[in-house]
């Protein structure tokens, strides 16, 4: 408990620090040199997105209660990093080299982050909602950043540089016609999605602050019963396992080959508040899960000590 406490704090912390007003942009006009923004994705803030990811998938597979609190401590910095990132966007950020990699990390990279037991479940109601609700608003960006948001931070006297993003491993330049106009059309669906994670999201947090969550094991039992049961569970959790790993894994892979292929030049180095923190909240969440993970095995090694 002590350590949930803490790791809330630096989370929120993080949320407070004071930003250093960097914004993706071009080094000069006469330049193609994308200099990054820190306070988005600097080394710090990545690798704390990545060490979060991990200690929910260790957690998902063996401890699934462990996850619920990955989950609340993710959610809290992505709101940090989305709203950094719509700072930098609103003072003319370099929006098309910014928004691939803040995707990747808000959405896709804990896409699969879903509780995989009846306890998780009840101690992830409202995070749940709260992750739905920021899937809806990623979602609704993407619209706006395809549509309008794209040429903002390229300007004519840039209009020769080409900002690539990484689809499926290759560098493909946003600005081309094809690719673009492609997007818009994914994007223009994904206001439906978004429309349905909002009103689900929204709905799921009212419900957490009304009544408990429905008991999914009750509704279970209409098809399984006894034995069956804790074999759904397995399944569901293995399933989930492996759909975070391969979805976590391409998200990691895209982020940093987006930011290799426009050879993006952000700060070293974890020194700073702004990095140093993050990596905290990331090594201390994924030591929480590991914890959660021997627990779980040792209290696993009792009972099969009292049955043999």
């Known amino acids: 408990m002590a350590l949930h406490t803490i790791l809330?704090?630096?989370?929120?912390?993080?949320?407070?620090?004071?930003?250093?007003?960097?914004?993706?942009?071009?080094?000069?006009?006469?330049?193609?040199?994308?200099?990054?923004?820190?306070?988005?994705?600097?080394?710090g803030i990545r690798l704390s997105f990545y060490l979060q990811w991990?200690?929910?998938?260790?957690?998902?597979?063996?401890?699934?209660?462990?996850a619920s609190f990955a989950r609340t401590t993710t959610n809290i910095l992505t709101i940090s990093v989305f709203a950094n990132?719509?700072?930098?966007?609103?003072?003319?950020?370099?929006?098309?080299?910014?928004?691939?990699?803040?995707?990747?990390?808000?959405?896709?990279?804990?896409?699969?982050?879903?509780p995989s037991s009846r306890q998780a479940l009840r101690e992830s109601v409202a995070s749940i909602g709260v992750s739905l609700c920021i899937y809806a608003m990623v979602m609704c960006m993407e619209c706006w950043v395809w549509f309008r948001g794209l040429d903002i931070g390229h300007g004519r006297e840039n209009g020769d540089c080409e900002v690539k993003i990484s689809v499926f491993f290759h560098p493909v330049d946003v600005y081309?016609?094809?690719?673009?106009?492609?997007?818009?059309?994914?994007?223009?669906?994904?206001?439906?999605?978004?429309?349905?994670?909002?009103?689900?999201?929204?709905?799921?947090?009212?419900?957490?602050?009304a009544v408990p969550f429905f008991d999914v094991e009750e509704y279970m039992q209409h098809w399984v019963d006894g034995d069956d049961r804790r074999m759904v569970s397995v399944v569901v959790k293995c399933l989930l396992s492996v759909f975070q790993m391969i979805l976590g894994a391409f998200s990691i892979a895209f982020v940093e080959l987006t930011i290799k292929f426009n050879d993006i030049q952000l700060p070293q180095g974890y020194t700073s508040?702004?990095?140093?923190?993050?990596?905290?909240?990331?090594?201390?969440?994924?030591?929480?899960?590991?914890?959660?993970?021997w627990k779980?095995?040792?209290?696993?090694?009792?009972?099969?000590?009292?049955?043999s």
């Open 85 to 114: 990132s719509l700072r930098g966007f609103s003072n003319g950020g370099l929006v098309a080299a910014e928004w691939w990699i803040v995707t990747f990390l808000c959405f896709f990279l804990n896409l699969g982050n879903w």
């Open 8 to 43: 809330i704090f630096l989370t929120i912390l993080t949320t407070l620090t004071t930003p250093t007003h960097a914004l993706t942009h071009f080094a000069s006009p006469t330049t193609c040199l994308i200099i990054g923004d820190p306070d988005v994705y600097g080394p």
């Open 176 to 209: 081309d016609h094809g690719w673009r106009t492609a997007f818009k059309v994914l994007a223009a669906v994904d206001m439906v999605a978004a429309l349905v994670f909002a009103v689900v999201g929204i709905g799921i947090l009212l419900l957490s602050l």
């Open 296 to 307: 779980r095995i040792g209290k696993m090694a009792i009972e099969l000590r009292t049955h």
């Open 273 to 293: 508040s702004g990095q140093l923190i993050p990596v905290l909240i990331g090594v201390l969440t994924l030591a929480s899960a590991v914890f959660s993970v």
């Open 54 to 66: 991990a200690a929910i998938l260790l957690a998902t597979t063996v401890a699934p209660s462990g």
